[in-house]
């Protein structure tokens, strides 16, 4: 498997719209952000073929690699969305909040789901991130498993500055990597977190010089599929539960998981 950067005849895109490319390369996919021109700035379509990516998934993917064109990763919610106009083809914001509470309810959870599919249990994401990941770009990071950075990054929380709330499933993930107090207070502050920060509070899993990014996350990528794909699904279902277990709740789903790897490698499963 070549890794993003390097210059390999590309494989015929899955999905190819709105600002989002998927390929598929047997276990290893890849979701790119195509709009460099615009940092990569996010909108309902593209956020709508993210979901798509995600369900355009082959079963044989067990990998899947996100990554962006250009020197930002994503510089967050394009702000057209704050004009009275809005998007071609798209309600406004201002129309939504004009709606009833079941139709912006609706519409927001639309949004979210294309950041919501990333931690599926079949499959481990890797963001590779550069540059600015800003708001939206900020989240869709944190929507993945692992985070590799640049050296340049910098990723900030600016809803708050906005008048807004992050809503695309980030707060999560955030209060579980840095802590509740580290997550309020970048958030309602909006300030940069760089590279360093970022993988001191465990915001990313390491950080490499930019023009090394695809290389280290061609080689993460390797090592998580050297495992055998059960054994990881299930040390991935048993780590993201136990968020929501008990110490004695853990260790009971410890011993269940391990009694089906046991008779999976023993030839009696089920």
Known sequence: MASPDQDVAPEAPALDQDGVRLTVDDAIATVTLTNPAKRN???????????E?????????????????????????DRQAFTPEGFDGEPSFIDLAR??????????????????WWRRSDIVSIAAVQGHAIGAGFQLALACDLRVVADDVQFAMRETSLGLVPDLTGTHPLVGLVGYARALEICATGRFVHAEEAVSTGLANVAVPADQLGDAVHDLASALLAAPRDAVIETKALLRGAQDRDYEAQRTAERAAQARRLRDLAGVGE
């Open 41 to 51: 700035a996010q909108h309902p379509a593209l956020w709508r073929a993210l979901a």
């Open 53 to 77: 990516a995600g369900r355009l998934l082959p079963g044989s993917v067990r990998v899947v690699v996100l990554r962006a064109e250009g020197k930002s990763f994503s510089a967050g919610l």
């Open 99 to 116: 709606g009833t509470d079941a139709e912006l309810d609706a519409a927001i959870a639309g949004y979210q789901e294309g950041f919501t």
